[in-house]
């Protein structure tokens, strides 16, 4: 259990579970195994699919799983194999790994996920879209979403490239308001990583820049002349582990056991791929 403690103790200063969504999303410590394994290590993934259930079980050292997107998200009235779900969080109980997730919580806190995808895009000052109220000691620029304004404005084509520079991406779809050619001169630009929507649509911003949004989003979008930049869900929250929080929660636990370690999934990836 002292890893487990450790860890939940250390994600709680990364980004406290006051900070998630609570109205609808489901966060914090999501399995606990009964009969914990007496490793030392700390997996982290954005999605626990069967693939990376079995990469972790496959390291004896690793105790706990941080999965950013919740495994377990719905109501549960019954526990089986049947359900793919299910079955994962069976399987983690039985094998003594317990499963914790941030989601919400990391997009929303200070040095969060939405602030590493705003230091990809160049120079500027930022701001939050929806702050949260009374947030926790040290993280008083909580909220959902950012907007990011750049000390030297640049073309839209310039934006994509630094995107997808930053993200690691090759391609990603973008939809130009009408008035955009792609040398238009971008000063600002809002941001939600994952499905950002519901946080970007009533922001006043030259591009939007998130993982997805549905076709008649991006089509309000573009009439109210802001261009969409879409990199799939979770490519825009991926590199933020191996990027910032394998080697700030590691650093956190190394205060309690120096020889706790922190890894990332080497299998997770988007489901989407450009063939």
């Not at 259990?1 to 914090?28: F, Q, S, Y």
């Not at 990809?120 to 959902?144: R, W």
């Not at 690691?168 to 955009?180: F, I, Q, S, T, Y």
Request: proline share 5%; hydrophobic share 40%.
């Amino acid at each position: 259990m002292a890893l487990l403690r450790n860890v939940t103790k250390c994600m709680e200063k990364i980004a406290p579970l006051k900070l998630a969504e609570a109205a609808w999303d489901n966060v914090g410590l999501l399995v606990e195994a009964p009969f914990p394994r007496q490793g030392n290590s700390v997996f982290l993934t954005i999605d626990l699919t069967q693939p990376v259930l079995e990469e972790a079980l496959r390291d004896p050292k690793i105790g706990v799983i941080v999965s950013y997107h919740p495994p377990l998200f719905r109501s549960i009235k019954r526990l089986t194999l049947s359900d793919d779900k299910q079955a994962i969080a069976l399987r983690c109980a039985a094998s003594g790994v317990s499963v914790f997730s941030p989601h919400t919580s990391l997009d929303n806190c200070t040095s969060g996920i939405t602030d590493w995808l705003a230091s990809g895009l160049g120079e500027g000052v930022t701001s939050v879209i929806n702050k949260i109220d009374n947030p926790p000691e040290g993280h008083e620029g909580s909220g959902s979403g950012r907007i990011h304004t750049l000390s030297q404005p640049i073309s839209l084509t310039e934006l994509v490239e630094r995107i997808k520079k930053h993200l690691g991406l090759k391609h990603v779809r973008l939809a130009r308001a009408p008035e955009h050619g792609l040398d238009a001169t971008i000063s600002t630009i809002a941001m939600c990583p994952g499905s950002g929507s519901s946080v970007l649509c009533d922001t006043k911003a030259d591009v939007y820049f998130t993982g997805e949004m549905s076709h008649h989003e991006v089509l309000a979008s573009i009439a109210s002349k802001t261009s969409v930049v879409l990199c799939e869900h979770t490519n825009t929250e991926r590199g933020f582990l191996a990027a910032v929080l394998q080697p700030r929660l590691q650093s956190l636990l190394r205060e309690s056991d120096k020889d706790a370690t922190v890894v990332c999934s080497t299998v997770d990836k988007d489901p989407l791929e450009i063939v």
